[in-house]
């Protein structure tokens, strides 16, 4: 079977700077993969590639057996990639009921149904008790599962999850890497941009790193972490890697 997902040969430039340069990945049905990298990577850069913000430079994206490398990101939504943003982008003023429902839209013009399934996603996602008030009063904590729930209200094959992780208490990140898990226990793939190793790793299938826009090394998490090259960007001594 065909993988879910995959970027060919993508290179993206951005007047002089190239932040992604030849990336070829691939992501299977019902992976969880995790996508790590130093700062300015170029992780995000391929979300909102892979999402549909800007076209590639060069190289093509492939989506469930098609090239949806032209297609703007309201397409690519529909076609079941749903995405968070790093930068949580909660509409604040409005409800934590009514943010959910703006990604169920996505799905159904039936208003009883929208809030029907953002309901649904609420309680999956262990917010049901926040509904109704307003974005703007959610611990950050909150504000991930918030993004999480109205990706997940798109109804995604694919989620593509940027930093949902981050900046979390242990205990908070830990209710997050369940979510993750059960997220794919029901059969949503998951791509995952995430910087602390010890959370990630456990819970990943398949670790890509990248750096400097590249891929540097993929793999078992196991044996990326052993990686000598992986070692070498974290510590930030590139000259070590002889490359
Ligand atoms: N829209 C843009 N215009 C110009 N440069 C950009 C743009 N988006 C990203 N960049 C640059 O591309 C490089 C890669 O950035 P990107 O945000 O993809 O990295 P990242 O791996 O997500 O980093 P971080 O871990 O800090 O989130 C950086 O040098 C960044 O400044
Ligand atoms: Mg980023």
């Given at each position: 079977?065909?993988?879910?997902?995959?970027?060919?040969?993508?290179?993206?430039?951005?007047?002089?700077?190239?932040a992604n340069s030849d990336v070829s990945?691939?992501?299977?049905?019902?992976?969880?993969?995790?996508?790590?990298?130093?700062?300015?990577?170029?992780?995000?850069?391929?979300?909102?590639?892979?999402?549909?913000?800007?076209?590639?430079?060069?190289?093509?994206?492939?989506?469930?057996?098609?090239?949806?490398?032209?297609?703007?990101?309201?397409?690519?939504?529909?076609?079941?990639?749903?995405?968070?943003?790093?930068?949580?982008?909660?509409?604040?003023?409005?409800?934590?009921?009514?943010?959910?429902?703006?990604?169920?839209?996505?799905?159904?013009?039936?208003?009883?149904?929208?809030?029907?399934?953002?309901?649904?996603?609420?309680?999956?996602?262990?917010?049901?008790?926040?509904?109704?008030?307003?974005?703007?009063?959610?611990?950050?904590?909150?504000?991930?599962?918030?993004?999480?729930?109205?990706?997940?209200?798109?109804?995604?094959?694919?989620?593509?999850?940027?930093?949902?992780?981050?900046?979390?208490?242990?205990?908070?990140?830990?209710?997050?890497?369940?979510?993750?898990?059960?997220?794919?226990?029901?059969?949503?793939?998951?791509?995952?941009?995430?910087?602390?190793?010890?959370?990630?790793?456990?819970?990943?299938?398949?670790?890509?790193?990248?750096?400097?826009?590249?891929?540097?090394?993929?793999?078992?998490?196991?044996?990326?972490?052993?990686?000598?090259?992986?070692i070498t960007a974290y510590l930030g001594?590139?000259?070590?890697?002889?490359?």
């Amino acid at each position: 079977m065909t993988a879910l997902l995959e970027t060919r040969n993508i290179t993206q430039r951005f007047s002089g700077l190239v932040a992604n340069s030849d990336v070829s990945i691939s992501v299977g049905r019902g992976e969880i993969v995790g996508l790590i990298g130093p700062n300015g990577a170029g992780k995000s850069t391929l979300f909102n590639l892979i999402a549909g913000v800007f076209r590639p430079t060069e190289g093509s994206i492939w989506f469930d057996g098609e090239d949806v490398t032209a297609l703007p990101a309201a397409e690519r939504c529909q076609r079941g990639v749903g995405r968070t943003f790093q930068v949580v982008k909660s509409f604040e003023t409005m409800s934590v009921i009514d943010n959910v429902i703006v990604g169920a839209l996505v799905r159904t013009t039936v208003m009883r149904e929208a809030r029907r399934k953002a309901y649904e996603v609420l309680e999956f996602a262990g917010l049901a008790a926040r509904a109704h008030v307003l974005a703007s009063d959610l611990v950050p904590a909150e504000k991930r599962r918030l993004e999480v729930a109205r990706a997940l209200a798109t109804q995604p094959k694919l989620l593509l999850l940027d930093e949902v992780l981050t900046g979390l208490t242990p205990t908070e990140a830990q209710t997050g890497v369940e979510l993750v898990r059960r997220v794919r226990d029901t059969g949503i793939t998951v791509l995952m941009v995430e910087h602390v190793m010890e959370i990630v790793m456990p819970l990943v299938d398949r670790a890509i790193v990248l750096d400097l826009g590249k891929v540097l090394v993929q793999g078992k998490p196991a044996d990326v972490v052993r990686d000598p090259k992986v070692i070498t960007a974290y510590l930030g001594d590139r000259h070590a890697v002889g490359a």
